[in-house]
């Protein structure tokens, strides 16, 4: 039995920056308290943010926002109730990076 197997690359792996990763660990910090900031395991998914950090440095972060109901149903599902009460946690922390790299780069 013979087989042609053929893949065409859609998305790159998304690959956080070590750099811009530490500077938002240090930059959300405040924000969330460092105990709740987890580092999430290596895991096979299509991501096609991958392209925008390809060229420039940057990494994936993502917020906790779906435990309404106690359960943590996945992000595209139907059974999602977001907690907007995260919402302003969120645009908080994308601030706070986006202040840090600026004082840290300018």
Known sequence: CEYDFKYNLICSPTLNDPQIATLTKKAVAPI???E???TIEKM???EDFSEYITDTPGMMMFLGAGLTDGVNHSLHSNHLILNEDALPL???SYVEVAMNYLRENA
């Open 36 to 38: 709740n900031i987890i």
């Open 90 to 92: 969120g645009v908080a």
């Open 44 to 46: 096979m998914g299509s």
């Open 32 to 34: 969330f308290g460092e």
